[in-house]
């Protein structure tokens, strides 16, 4: 069973930064792809944006384009999401997730999560 363990989540003040990592436990499992998902309180989980794993392409969210990035090391098979400009909207529960998929933005096309991390954004 493959696990990704979620780190760097925190409280900061609006127009700050913070760093997500996830790391996966096995190098061989079947992901192709790899996202960030959020569940702001009291709402669904929503695509915040992912990363072909071979190719480094990303793609991103409308509400976090240019604010957010993402990168991967795969010498430490470790997924990042940079977080820059943080908004009191972006307080949500983070998650990681990896996909056989080379790209998608729904969560049923990814079969392995984190445990998730708290971003808290005070005004």
């Known amino acids: 069973q493959v696990q990704l363990v979620e780190s760097g989540g925190g409280l900061v003040q609006a127009g700050g930064s913070l760093r997500l990592s996830c790391t996966a436990s096995?190098?061989?499992?079947?992901?192709?792809?790899m996202g960030w998902f959020r569940q702001p309180p009291g709402k669904d989980r929503e695509f915040v944006g992912n990363?072909?794993?071979?190719?480094?392409?990303?793609r991103y969210a409308d509400s976090v384009k240019g604010r957010f990035t993402i990168s991967r090391d795969n010498t430490k098979n470790t997924l990042y999401l940079q977080m820059n400009s943080l908004k009191p909207d972006d307080t949500a529960v983070y998650y990681c997730?990896?996909?056989?998929?080379?790209?998608?933005?729904?969560?049923?096309?990814?079969?392995?999560w984190g445990q998730g991390t708290q971003v808290t954004v005070s005004s």
């Open positions: 997730a990896s996909s056989p998929a080379f790209t998608s933005s729904f969560d049923h096309d990814y079969n392995y």
């Open positions: 990363i072909r794993w071979i190719s480094g392409i990303t």
């Open positions: 096995d190098r061989t499992f079947g992901r192709n792809s």
